[in-house]
């Protein structure tokens, strides 16, 4: 079973701040996913990063994918309260195992920006 | 492009109802279709894999009997939560995809509340 461990859990940060979200495991993923979610929806999402060292940058986010494709990162410069969510990663398995296909979830970091 | 309709949106129901939930893409087939749970402030949990005329593959310890899924299109799946009870309350939300290795397309979720 493949895991995604996320941190930090909750984010309580004020307007202007930068913060970084991390996502890290032992498996190799052929893609990392990066969503946000607002209460009572759906995720929504964000990114996704398939080359091990990729940057890609999204205005104030920019999403990291490690050189091993094991871990990846979400860093928001200058936190608005508007970026205020839920964020998730998510790992999508290797071709070849039982698993392929599927997304595994971090557990989420709960972000709130305060004005 | 690529819309996922959940529906219903909100469910409340007497205990021992049994709830029907549908998820449709709307602007493409979908060859699978997956459902998740997800309970307050966490994250999201596999519940199953559906693919398109076949039965569905359940995650370990989730009950198949509990949770009757069924794929009968390539723009249908539906998830019938049995005998509903109190601990069934969740927040359920699928899935679609186009095949292995495209992104997931996430529906809006069904907050399901069991008296």
């Known amino acids: 079973t493949q895991l995604l461990e996320q941190s930090p859990q909750f984010l309580s940060i004020q307007e202007g701040e930068n913060l970084t979200v991390y996502c890290n495991s032992s498996?190799?993923?052929?893609?990392l996913q990066w969503y946000r979610q607002e209460p009572g929806e759906g995720p929504v999402l964000l990114v996704t990063?398939?080359?091990?060292?990729e940057v890609k940058k999204l205005k104030r986010l920019t999403f990291q994918f490690g050189d091993a494709r094991k871990d990846s990162s979400l860093h928001i410069t200058a936190a608005q309260p508007g970026d205020t969510g839920l964020y998730l990663c998510?790992?999508?398995?290797?071709?070849?195992?039982?698993?392929?296909?599927?997304?595994?979830f971090g557990q989420g970091t709960i972000l709130t920006v305060h004005p | 492009g690529a819309v996922v309709s959940q529906h219903p949106s909100r469910v409340i129901c007497k205990s021992g109802t049994s709830v029907k939930i549908e998820c449709r893409s709307l602007?493409?087939?979908?060859?699978?279709m997956f459902w998740y749970r997800q309970f307050p402030k966490q994250s999201l949990m596999l519940m199953a894999t559906?693919?398109?005329?076949?039965?569905?593959?359940?995650e370990q310890g989730v009950e198949k009997d509990k949770f009757l899924i069924n794929h009968a299109s390539l723009t249908l799946s539906t998830l019938t939560v049995t005998s509903a009870h109190p601990e069934d309350s969740s927040f359920y939300i699928c899935?679609?995809?186009?095949?292995?290795?495209?992104?997931?397309?996430f529906g809006d979720g069904t907050r399901l509340s069991i008296l």
């Open positions: 602007d493409f087939q979908a060859t699978t």
């Open positions: 990063v398939v080359t091990g060292g």
């Open positions: 998510a790992g999508e398995a290797n071709a070849g195992g039982t698993s392929y296909g599927k997304l595994t």
């Open positions: 899935s679609a995809t186009t095949g292995w290795n495209q992104p997931q397309h």
């Open positions: 559906s693919n398109e005329g076949s039965k569905a593959t359940y």
């Open positions: 498996s190799v993923f052929s893609s």
